[in-house]
């Protein structure tokens, strides 16, 4: 694989875990208790959904092979998806929601900041622009992270369940594959053992504050990067590509 | 299940530098730092400030719309306290 060819599979990925989170928290829109909430859920959803749009226009541009970003959304089949288990996992109670949104958020934005600063321009300044949405979400989903740990008994415990449950899918974002290391090396990508130190003392501060514990550690889940998906991808993704598939071409 | 519901905050908003925080609306929030976030969420979507300020709304000491006769009334007959008894020289555009 060249370089070239190892970005354009990169953002590409950057762009699944964009629109499958989107489409996870789009399942919340309507469902929220909370008016406040429903809408910084949909904001956030909306933002990620345009994230995807930004890397899969850039991904079918680099690829040259005509396809479109909607191709690259509608059109793929499940396998053809890389995105992290982490993002496709499905939303649970609000608590759960959370955990993966700080799990996943706190190690995208460093991801981001590190991209902002490598030396592909268009993804740089891609990276740079999603970066400030997501610093927000973190900021938010952070929050209630410690209200709920620091909150009742009841929130307590669930969501020190919920981090216990998610924490297998945690290792896989910093399992290095092949397109990890042609990125940091040919273009000045992240280096994920030093996003995955800084994660672990970002992450330690926030459970501390929320009078949690880190989850033991555990044998790890991985095939996200390789498009082996967990069960559930299946369902989300036949919902997102119902539409398009059934009319191909259509438009309003 | 608690029932009860998240105090009210109101949320003023500075659409711009040197402009001062204006009422926007009001959010329903657990606490005052989630009212800022909930204020950014609800006010300022489509890039309508710089600034934010909320206050709870049980904090506001308000008027009484009962003492509108007391409060507000006698002002209205208070026409010299109104600058408009002065003659504008030429050339002075704001007075």
């Keep these: ?252 | 299940m608690s029932e009860q519901e998240w105090p009210l905050y109101e949320v003023f908003i500075r659409s711009r530098g040197g402009l001062s925080h204006r009422h926007a609306g009001s959010v329903h929030a657990p606490d005052d730092q989630m009212a800022l976030d909930h204020a950014r969420d609800t006010y300022t979507r489509r890039s309508e400030g710089v600034s934010i300020w909320v206050v709870r709304s049980d904090q506001l000491v308000a008027s009484d719309p009962a003492e509108t006769a007391s409060f507000f009334e006698p002002a209205e007959d208070k026409i010299y306290r109104h600058p408009t008894f002065y003659d504008i020289p030429d050339g002075v555009e704001n007075l």
């Excluded at chain 1, 429903?38 to 749009?53: C, K, P, S, T, V």
């Excluded at chain 1, 690259?72 to 089949?77: D, E, F, N, V």
């Excluded at chain 1, 900021?139 to 620091?150: K, P, S």
Aim: with cysteine.
């Design chain 1, 1 to 252: 694989m060249t370089p070239e060819q190892a970005l354009t599979a990169y953002v590409l990925r950057l762009g699944d875990n964009a629109l499958v989170l989107g489409q996870r928290m789009v399942e919340l829109v309507a469902a929220h208790p909370e008016l406040e909430e429903e809408l910084a859920n949909a904001n956030f959803a909306l933002d990620y959904i345009g994230q995807a749009r930004m890397f899969y226009a850039y991904a079918a541009e680099r690829e040259g092979a005509g396809r479109s970003e909607d191709d690259m959304a509608y059109l793929r089949p499940e396998h053809e998806f890389r995105n992290l288990l982490l993002v496709e996992q499905a939303n649970g109670h609000f608590g759960d929601t959370i955990v993966r949104q700080v799990l996943f958020d706190l190690y995208y934005q460093s991801l981001l900041q590190a991209l902002a600063n490598c030396s592909d321009a268009r993804l740089a300044e891609i990276a740079a622009r999603a970066g400030k949405e997501v610093r927000y979400h973190l900021r938010h989903a952070a929050n209630w992270l410690v209200r709920l740990g620091d909150g009742t008994d009841e929130s307590h415990a669930r969501v020190q369940q919920s981090l216990r449950d998610l924490w297998r899918y945690t290792g896989e974002m910093f399992a290095a594959d092949e397109l990890d290391a042609i990125v940091q090396a040919s273009f000045d990508g992240p280096n994920l053992d030093a996003i995955e130190t800084d994660w672990r003392r970002a992450l330690a501060d926030i459970i501390d504050e929320a009078t949690l514990t880190m989850p033991e550690e555990q044998s790890m889940a991985k095939g996200g990067k390789q498009g082996i998906h967990t069960e559930q991808f299946g369902y989300l993704l036949a919902e997102l590509q119902n539409l398009p598939r059934t009319y191909p071409g259509a438009t309003w």
